[in-house]
């Protein structure tokens, strides 16, 4: 009993050290998970070796069957649970609300540089990139756990050189929070389909 003890709190304790994912973002989306000692690069996926195309044989013809026995697409699957959609939805906004406000934000920074032909323009262009980016920003917030202040640095250059943006983000997630979530969607979805079919054998 003590071992089975001592092994669910490991395991407990395990599910709460959190899966960190870096983001950077520079003309290229590059992002990595690490969980522990272990680190799993995601992004951008490395490109398979073309191999030369190999001859394959002229199909032969088979004689089909002249008649097929219908069965249902996923059209009609889809129209039958129909009804079950807006609680889907529903359970699905939860789960996502759920995991973002679980998620808490270690690193946030970005580095912009406004440039235009011309001083008006890019005066124009480096007022809409602030609005834009403090809009996103108090969304961010009110989304997701910051645990640092945000680094928002935008920039702009009447000479008219190119514009550039990079953005660094680093963001947490403990596994458990992800399964209570995803436990939670399915049991109610369960729920749903369960209340459904009673209903129906009521009607």
């Excluded at 026995?69 to 699957?77: H, L, S």
Aim: aromatic content about 8%; proline content about 7%; hydrophobic content about 50%.
């Amino acid at each position: 009993m003590k071992i089975v003890l001592m092994v669910l709190a490991a395991l407990f304790l395990l599910l709460l050290c959190p899966v960190r994912l870096q983001l950077h973002w520079k003309e290229e989306l590059s992002a990595t998970a690490r969980w522990l000692f272990l680190r799993f690069p995601l992004l951008p996926r490395s490109k398979p070796k073309k191999e030369p195309p190999e001859k394959t044989p002229a199909p032969q013809k088979q004689a089909q069957p002249a008649e097929k026995a219908a069965q249902p697409g996923p059209v009609d699957t889809l129209t039958q649970y129909a009804d079950l959609l807006p609680e889907v939805l529903g359970r699905l906004k939860g789960f996502v609300v759920f995991i973002l406000r679980h998620t808490r934000v270690k690193k946030l920074r970005l580095d912009m540089l406004v440039a235009k032909e011309d001083a008006a323009e890019t005066a124009i262009a480096f007022g809409r990139a602030n609005q834009a980016v403090y809009t996103a920003l108090g969304l961010l917030q009110n989304l997701l756990r910051f645990g640092c202040k945000p680094e928002i640095n935008i920039g702009f250059d009447y000479l008219g050189k190119e514009e550039a943006a990079e953005v660094w983000l680093t963001a947490s997630l403990a596994p458990l929070f992800a399964l209570l979530g995803a436990g939670g969607f399915a049991a109610g979805l369960l729920w749903a389909l369960v209340t459904r079919e009673k209903t129906q054998k009521t009607a």
